[in-house]
């Protein structure tokens, strides 16, 4: 309601007032979010400045992300039960994204100190607490693993993701002890959430491997000579782990992978 003496406001003048383009206001008018307080007989808006606090409420809970439904749902129809009922959803949906970021969160810091960790060359033999992993259903094909194929089953596994996470291949034990790197079993995505699927907890060795894929084959043939050196057997599938990959860098040659096998003494 205007109030005696209010001054009225064209459309362009309120939007530089409100700070939002004159086009919103023409497309809020449209859907009947947020009419003008008077439209002329010539077509042209007017605006008052007790209507900022509707669109400031209005602006506030597109910025949440609240669907424009729901806010034409809450204007038609406000009280102050109804706005309560509409911070109380949005609460409970700003807390899932909450939960959400953190867990991208825990999951870059991870990247970041496994990037660290990954200027290491030697073998390790280290334990290993348990990790979730998101995995691809299984597949043994009966030659290596192409590229098409690996991001296939990749995207399988990120289509079911809500944070950042390493990553990588499974390959079967029974490739491993024969001599058969290229061959994947698995294709997994390391997670926050406890999902059901894991890398289990034990002693693992461990070799950090620089430059392109193509150089794993070698450093499976190394690492498992030094864990045979080091009085060990391999009693897991090999976990690769892509530490520094395409998201990282264009260079192959800069490309950090990370192989785990669990192991145990002979």
Request: charged letters at 30%; proline letters at 3%; aromatic letters at 10%.
């Amino acid at each position: 309601m205007q109030r005696k003496g209010e001054k009225l406001y064209k459309a362009g003048d309120f939007a530089k007032i409100s700070g939002i383009s004159k086009d919103t206001l023409f497309f809020y008018d449209r859907i009947g979010l947020f009419k003008p307080m008077m439209r002329a007989q010539n077509g042209y808006r007017y605006y008052s400045l007790s209507q900022l606090s509707l669109l400031n409420t209005i602006l506030s809970l597109r910025s949440m992300d609240v669907p424009i439904s729901r806010i034409l749902e809450y204007i038609s129809g406000r009280d102050p039960d109804s706005f309560i009922s509409l911070m109380n959803l949005e609460r409970e949906r700003i807390d899932g994204r909450i939960r959400e970021l953190e867990m991208m969160r825990q999951s870059i810091d991870r990247l970041s100190a496994l990037i660290e960790k990954a200027r290491q060359e030697a073998v390790a033999i280290l334990p290993f607490p348990a990790c979730s992993i998101v995995e691809s259903g299984e597949t043994m094909p009966d030659k290596a693993t192409g590229n098409d194929d690996w991001w296939a089953l990749y995207s399988s596994v990120s289509s079911r993701m809500h944070d950042i996470g390493i990553a990588g291949s499974r390959i079967a034990i029974s490739d491993i002890l024969s001599g058969e790197y290229a061959r994947v079993m698995t294709v997994f995505i390391e997670s926050n959430e406890p999902v059901g699927s894991e890398i289990p907890q034990g002693l693992y060795a461990v070799k950090y491997v620089k430059g392109p894929y193509s150089a794993l084959d070698k450093a499976y043939r190394n690492l498992l000579k030094e864990i045979e050196a080091q009085g060990y057997r391999v009693v897991s599938d090999a976990f690769e782990e892509y530490v520094i990959d395409e998201l990282a860098t264009d260079d192959e040659e800069e490309y950090v992978s990370r192989i785990r096998i669990m192991v145990e003494r002979r």
